[in-house]
């Protein structure tokens, strides 16, 4: 029987959306780990019960599957994780592609990115002013206005009566008073809600991201640690995205309440896969209806990704030259056809994926 897509499936799909866009920032990964230390969250780790959304749809409508699937195979580099960079004159390095989350199925490297990571003389993340607290304060209260409201403007200014109502019931589900949070930019908080109480808890209680784990077992080895972007870029990035974009996805997360597991899980199995390629065919698919979605969505990956993407090519080209490194940064920065893996092509390098 087909599957008819609901308006809850959508808001699903939708917090997916917002879940990958925030997943390729690395820096709002890291800031909720210091927030929910910093707030004693409580100790006990609930269990994370998600569905895979993707699974059910095979299941239930094949042939929107298939559709998906065929674009998926149709997106460049959309398969897999670790690439094998070589170039003349250097030793080879290796490009792997990360999930900035805590869950073991992410945190254990595949064999072979354990090898290659192994090997390094150098590791590579996005940015390494997360790994010094001092380093990372000062960053942020140099431009404040980039976390906070600094006029008279507060999140419920910009929110609908409607909008509101939503907004206050969710998070005083969630225990947050809206005046602690009144101030704060949405992107902040939707950072702070777009995750399921699973991996919340695991954060609080101190367990690093994937890119950070890296980061700390190459210190602890001796392996030299470089960094791609800084705090800034990534905050001004996200910032000069329209601020209705971000409203629109903190409510509609907000709206997604409990389901946020099943929008995890699905996630996480495509990681797992190496599917990346699979994501934005099933938001496109799965989403019909909703106009202003592609432009808002193509403004996003250009300024979160495509743009990203040219910088940080730039700043490993010297790193890469000294040969033997291992760079990891956020898998949706890998695929397509403006991604890194094309970009280090269009560098010069052989770009080979590593089973």
Same mark, same amino acid.
Request: hydrophobic share 50%; proline share 5%; charged share 25%.
């Given at each position: 029987?087909?599957?008819?897509?609901?308006?809850?499936?959508?808001?699903?799909?939708?917090?997916?959306?917002?879940?990958?866009?925030? /997943?390729?920032?690395?820096?709002?990964?890291?800031?909720?780990?210091?927030?929910?230390?910093?707030?004693?969250?409580?100790?006990?780790?609930?269990?994370?019960?998600?569905?895979?959304?993707?699974?059910?749809?095979?299941?239930?409508?094949?042939?929107?599957?298939?559709?998906?699937?065929?674009?998926?195979?149709?997106?460049?580099?959309?398969?897999?994780?670790?690439?094998?960079?070589?170039?003349?004159?250097?030793?080879?390095?290796?490009?792997?592609?990360?999930?900035?989350?805590?869950?073991?199925?992410?945190?254990?490297?595949?064999?072979?990115?354990?090898?290659?990571?192994?090997?390094?003389?150098?590791?590579?993340?996005?940015?390494?002013?997360?790994?010094?607290?001092?380093?990372?304060?000062?960053?942020?209260?140099?431009?404040?206005?980039?976390?906070?409201?600094?006029?008279?403007?507060?999140?419920?200014?910009?929110?609908?009566?409607?909008?509101?109502?939503?907004? /206050?019931?969710?998070?005083?589900?969630?225990?947050?008073?809206?005046?602690?949070?009144?101030?704060?930019?949405?992107?902040?908080?939707?950072?702070?809600?777009?995750?399921?109480?699973?991996?919340?808890?695991?954060?609080?209680?101190?367990?690093?991201?994937?890119?950070?784990?890296?980061?700390?077992?190459?210190?602890?080895?001796?392996?030299?640690?470089?960094?791609?972007?800084?705090?800034?870029?990534?905050?001004?990035?996200?910032?000069?995205?329209?601020?209705?974009?971000?409203?629109?996805?903190?409510?509609?997360?907000?709206?997604?309440?409990?389901?946020?597991?099943?929008?995890?899980?699905?996630?996480?199995?495509?990681?797992?896969?190496?599917?990346?390629?699979?994501?934005?065919?099933?938001?496109?698919?799965?989403?019909?209806?909703?106009?202003?979605?592609?432009?808002?969505?193509?403004?996003?990956?250009?300024?979160?990704?495509?743009?990203?993407?040219?910088?940080?090519?730039?700043?490993?080209?010297?790193?890469?030259?000294?040969? /033997?490194?291992?760079?990891?940064?956020?898998?949706?920065?890998?695929?397509?056809?403006?991604?890194?893996?094309?970009?280090?092509?269009?560098?010069?390098?052989?770009?080979?994926?590593?089973?």
């Amino acid at each position: 029987m087909k599957r008819v897509i609901t308006i809850a499936d959508r808001a699903a799909l939708a917090s997916l959306k917002l879940l990958v866009a925030l /997943n390729v920032l690395f820096f709002l990964s890291f800031l909720i780990i210091a927030l929910l230390a910093a707030g004693k969250a409580r100790a006990e780790i609930p269990d994370c019960a998600g569905t895979d959304m993707l699974s059910a749809l095979q299941k239930n409508d094949p042939a929107a599957y298939r559709k998906i699937e065929t674009e998926a195979a149709a997106t460049p580099n959309g398969k897999g994780l670790l690439w094998k960079l070589e170039k003349a004159g250097e030793r080879p390095s290796f490009l792997f592609g990360t999930m900035h989350m805590t869950d073991p199925r992410v945190t254990t490297l595949p064999p072979a990115a354990q090898r290659a990571f192994d090997a390094a003389d150098t590791v590579v993340i996005e940015t390494t002013e997360v790994l010094d607290q001092q380093k990372m304060m000062a960053a942020l209260f140099k431009e404040p206005e980039l976390m906070m409201f600094t006029d008279s403007t507060t999140l419920s200014s910009l929110l609908s009566p409607a909008d509101a109502a939503v907004v /206050n019931k969710a998070l005083d589900a969630r225990g947050i008073p809206l005046a602690s949070v009144a101030k704060m930019k949405p992107w902040m908080l939707s950072a702070m809600v777009a995750l399921p109480a699973c991996e919340l808890a695991r954060r609080a209680g101190g367990a690093p991201v994937l890119d950070i784990k890296l980061a700390e077992d190459a210190k602890a080895s001796g392996k030299v640690v470089e960094g791609l972007e800084t705090i800034a870029d990534q905050l001004r990035a996200m910032a000069s995205l329209p601020l209705a974009f971000h409203m629109k996805g903190l409510v509609d997360t907000l709206k997604l309440g409990d389901r946020m597991n099943d929008v995890n899980e699905t996630m996480i199995v495509l990681y797992q896969r190496g599917d990346t390629g699979m994501l934005w065919p099933l938001f496109r698919a799965a989403l019909p209806g909703e106009e202003d979605d592609p432009a808002d969505y193509a403004a996003f990956e250009e300024t979160m990704i495509t743009s990203r993407n040219k910088v940080m090519v730039d700043h490993a080209g010297p790193i890469l030259a000294k040969g /033997n490194a291992f760079m990891a940064v956020g898998a949706l920065h890998l695929l397509g056809a403006e991604g890194l893996v094309e970009d280090f092509r269009k560098a010069g390098y052989t770009v080979t994926a590593v089973d």
